[in-house]
């Protein structure tokens, strides 16, 4: 019997490989499985996901953390920054420009002359020269601490497949598979990684995508040999075509105490790292509470993950503030993502039912270009991106902010845009007449929405976890 590595390191891996069916298929074909996760909640999703064939492991995420701090730190620091930004200019490189200033921002004069200008220049160097980029992959390898030798030698796994190309911790993994002449595979579980993360933390053999545009960003912009990049849909969301996810609509208004009469509004926080959703979400309630609209509406404010994070201060600032708004005006309400606990936070794929009946059941659907437009596409829900700014953005010494308005460009909120998926507003009024457009006509932009999906995500036909399974069956 066959043994495959699976590292989920995250929550949205735990959603793409154990709650779409991907393993199972695998397991059904008669491979064995290991799943490499976060340590602390290990137990918990062993529990949840336990069936013979199925075995996980801690992916020792403290000791890698440990050695990425301990041991030539800013060598690592500087490798792993300049993957995140060294991509080919062949593809729109918009989100890496941000990064850039992002690290300018936030760093002081000594980092920016010792550091930052330095690694401009071998930024410069990696996007005109795919030479250099793969120089740098080879330089990461003498970072390859061998926490996982024990494993490898237990298990003896014929592939070893990560969510991510070695962009985060899982590098060390995948470091140490190569080394041990072991395949590698990523799986990209992220609608912005192949644009955002680009240079691979370590050498792969094979990816699996969501679509043809994935693909031409990795094999343009990293350099991927094009026959070795899969494309076979985005598993995690397999469960929306099924709707096997779905709640009943009165059960689902009962949960949050939504008044059946009226039209909903839905809010999902997004980008908070760059700028507050405050002016958003006061937009949407004072336009909700003063009857402005074409119908008696609602809001529902999905809080972002980070809103719970302790540092810096002003996410959770902001989330009280939310919470503030929800006390004061009778039809806004506030949802929070359930945590999973660990590493893996507010991401573990633990209220699917609740994502999935937000956006199925929201008359119009309002974020800042998150990923759940794509996931709002498959309702076939109104979306609309709001993109109201605070001038100064955060106003936090040391903590970088950008326009809402200025992001429009980067890879994929360009496609929303350019595919007429829905509609940008960029100040109360516009986002007023937006809201109006689509409570009128629901139908409104349809079959641009149903063309975006089969440009972004390819199969819909809730067929992606086989396929990629059978993807991943073949390269044993």
């Known amino acids: 019997m066959k043994t495959i590595f699976i590292s989920a390191d995250h929550g949205m891996a735990v959603i793409y490989f154990l709650q779409s069916g991907l393993v199972t298929h695998l397991l059904q074909a008669g491979?064995?499985?290991?799943?490499?996760?976060?340590?602390?909640?290990?137990?918990?999703?062993?529990?949840?996901?336990?069936?013979?064939?199925?075995?996980?492991e801690g992916l020792r995420l403290k000791q890698a953390q440990r050695y990425a701090a301990e041991v030539a730190p800013r060598w690592q620091g500087t490798l792993a920054y300049l993957r995140r930004v060294g991509g080919s200019w062949r593809i729109n490189t918009q989100a890496m420009d941000s990064h850039i200033w992002e690290v300018w921002a936030e760093n002081g004069w000594k980092f920016r002359l010792g550091v930052w200008l330095p690694a401009a220049l071998a930024t410069l160097a990696l996007r005109s020269s795919s030479a250099a980029r793969k120089a740098l992959q080879r330089a990461q390898m003498r970072f390859t601490p061998g926490l996982y030798a024990d494993l490898f030698e237990k298990y003896q796994p014929a592939l070893v497949v990560a969510s991510?190309?070695?962009?985060?911790?899982?590098?060390?993994?995948?470091?140490?598979?190569h080394q041990r002449q072991i395949p590698t595979m990523a799986a990209i579980v992220g609608w912005d990684n192949s644009s955002s993360y680009t240079i691979p933390g370590a050498p792969m053999d094979y990816a699996l995508c969501w679509s043809e545009i994935q693909k031409r960003e990795l094999v343009l912009g990293s350099d991927w040999p094009p026959e070795r990049v899969h494309v076979t849909g985005i598993p995690s969301y397999d469960g929306y075509f099924r709707r096997e996810w779905l709640l009943p609509r009165a059960e689902y208004f009962r949960l949050h105490g939504l008044d059946p009469q009226r039209k909903l509004i839905a809010y999902a926080s997004s980008f908070v790292h760059f700028a507050p959703n405050l002016p958003n979400i006061a937009a949407l309630a004072r336009l909700v509470e003063?009857?402005?609209?074409?119908?008696?509406?609602?809001?529902?404010?999905?809080?972002?993950?980070?809103?719970?994070?302790?540092?810096?201060?002003i996410f959770a600032e902001e989330r009280q503030r939310v919470?503030?708004?929800?006390?004061?005006?009778?039809?806004?309400?506030?949802?929070?993502?359930?945590?999973?606990?660990?590493?893996?936070?507010?991401?573990g794929g633990e209220d699917m039912d609740e994502k999935a009946s937000m956006m199925a059941y929201a008359d119009v659907f309002v974020t800042v270009y998150s990923t759940m437009v794509v996931e709002t596409a498959v309702h076939d829900r109104p979306i609309v991106a709001a993109v109201l700014d605070t001038p100064g953005g955060w106003n936090k010494p040391g903590k970088f902010s950008l326009s809402l308005q200025k992001i429009g460009n980067w890879p994929t909120h360009q496609r929303f845009r350019q595919a007429g998926a829905g509609i940008v507003a960029a100040d109360e009024d516009q986002l007023r007449q937006a809201l109006n457009a689509y409570l009128q006509n629901p139908a409104l932009h349809s079959a641009a929405r149903q063309q975006f999906i089969r440009d972004e995500i390819t199969f819909t036909d809730s067929s992606s976890a086989q396929r990629a399974a059978e993807c991943i069956l073949r390269h044993l």
């Open 323 to 347: 919470f503030d708004l929800e006390k004061r005006y009778p039809h806004v309400h506030v949802v929070q993502p359930v945590a999973l606990g660990g590493s893996l936070g507010y991401y």
């Open 290 to 313: 003063s009857d402005s609209l074409a119908e008696p509406c609602q809001l529902l404010i999905r809080l972002h993950p980070s809103h719970f994070q302790d540092k810096p201060k």
């Open 164 to 177: 991510t190309a070695g962009w985060r911790l899982d590098r060390y993994l995948l470091r140490e598979a």
């Open 31 to 56: 491979v064995q499985v290991v799943v490499l996760t976060d340590d602390e909640t290990k137990d918990k999703i062993a529990a949840k996901f336990a069936r013979p064939g199925l075995i996980f």
